[in-house]
Nanobody, 122 residues
């Protein structure tokens, strides 16, 4: 079993910054792509940013230039630095990871964090 624990959400004014962190723990042989998603009320969950084990990143157009994703392959963590926050960034943010629990595991399994609320409001 793998647990994903998030931290760092909260209330911030427009233009402000927040840093989200997520740590994976449990039975882990390797982790492939890790990412951050978000879900606003009444909307579908959407990809915010993701990073491969080799460090290649991808961002939603709406956050390019404002958000930065990073990971630590030794600590099995993924962070999301969010700058120039806007009210439309308000959502519950979820981290996820594609985990191979054993060397013999043929395909990775996706694990999700419990979600952390980010509210951007004056």
């Amino acid at each position: 079993q793998v647990h994903m624990v998030e931290s760092g959400g909260g209330l911030v004014q427009p233009g402000g910054s927040l840093r989200l962190s997520c740590a994976a723990s449990g039975i882990i042989f390797s982790i492939g792509t890790m990412g951050w998603y978000r879900q606003a009320p009444g909307k579908q969950r959407e990809l915010v940013a993701e990073v491969t084990s080799g460090g290649t990143t991808d961002y939603a157009d709406s956050v390019k230039g404002r958000f930065t994703i990073s990971r630590d392959n030794v600590k099995n963590t993924v962070d999301l630095r969010m700058d120039s926050l806007k009210p439309e960034d308000t959502a519950v943010y979820y981290c996820n990871a594609n985990v191979r629990p054993y060397a013999s595991s043929r395909t990775p399994r996706v694990y999700w964090g419990q979600g952390t609320q980010v509210t951007v409001s004056s």
